[in-house]
């Protein structure tokens, strides 16, 4: 009789043969895989190719974006989103730069903008580091599979395999509003198949467009400023927000002429 097939060999197994190929994928260099992170936090992974080799060219390392222009860094991460991720990644560099890199996730997690998933993904797809990375995705593909908790289910000795196979199974499966559960490789061993209660979509009139956003308004502003061009041309009931937004986060000054970075 042919041996039962294990959550870990279906899942490992799908991973190998399916899973997209990312270009932080195929390094273990920790600074790639930090800048890869900290640019998916919050943000597509179509928007963040559009960024990541160009960032990567300029800044190869640490060193490099350690010591880069402030309004540079600010510059090159226009239309990602959050342009405080940028600057406290720089500053997460500068630290490393001069003390070298923490050996584990504890260590990662002790450096600016580094939270316990970013930690976590680092070490363990860089330093091999024996740890489940958890975000909301994981979180959510841990729960619908009733069979433990995240940390529980990660294979020893497995762990880079493990949160790749599990950060794509609920990003391309195991969605939040959509379980493929016909097209999933571990349905036979999931307690949820075909049972999850979605949440229902907004409809489409009433989902607010990218250009629509605050942080739509924030890019343009901070790339405006970047360029010396001035303030850019927005609704000034919607440039508004976004200024004192930016200020207070430290990215501006607001000065006479209307603002400069800070
Ligand atoms: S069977 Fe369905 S609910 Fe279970 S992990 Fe697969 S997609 Fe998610």
């Not at 989103?81 to 996730?105: E, F, M, T, V």
């Amino acid at each position: 009789m042919a041996e039962p097939v294990t959550l870990h060999d279906a899942l490992l197994g799908w991973y190998r043969a399916a899973h997209r190929d990312l270009p932080w994928r195929r390094t273990t260099d920790p600074y790639a895989i930090l800048v890869s992170e900290v640019m998916l936090q919050q943000t597509q992974v179509s928007r963040v190719l559009t960024r990541y080799d160009a960032w990567l060219e300029r800044w190869p390392g640490e060193a490099e974006l350690a010591v880069a222009r402030r309004s540079d860094v600010l510059a090159a991460w226009v239309g990602l989103g959050y342009n405080s991720r940028a600057l406290r990644l720089q500053q997460a560099c500068k630290i490393i730069a001069r003390d070298g890199w923490p050996p584990d996730a504890a260590g990662l997690q002790r450096l600016p903008g580094i939270g316990p998933y970013t930690a976590a993904a680092v070490a363990s797809f860089a330093f091999g580091q024996q740890i489940a990375a958890v975000d909301t995705n994981v979180r959510r593909v841990a729960e619908r599979l009733g069979r433990g908790v995240p940390h529980e289910l990660c294979p020893e000795g497995r762990a880079a395999d493990w949160n790749q196979a599990m950060m794509e199974l609920g990003a391309t499966v195991c969605r939040a509003r959509e379980a493929r559960c016909g097209a999933c490789p571990v349905a036979s061993l999931c307690a949820s198949r075909g049972r999850v209660a979605l949440s229902p979509r907004a409809p489409a009139g009433t989902r607010e467009r990218f250009e629509d956003s605050n942080r739509w308004v924030r890019g343009r502003v901070i790339a405006a400023l970047s360029a010396g061009e001035g303030l850019p041309q927005v609704a000034p009931e919607r440039l508004e927000p976004a200024l004192a937004g930016l200020a207070r986060d430290g990215l501006i000054v607001r000065d006479t002429a209307g603002a400069r970075l800070a």
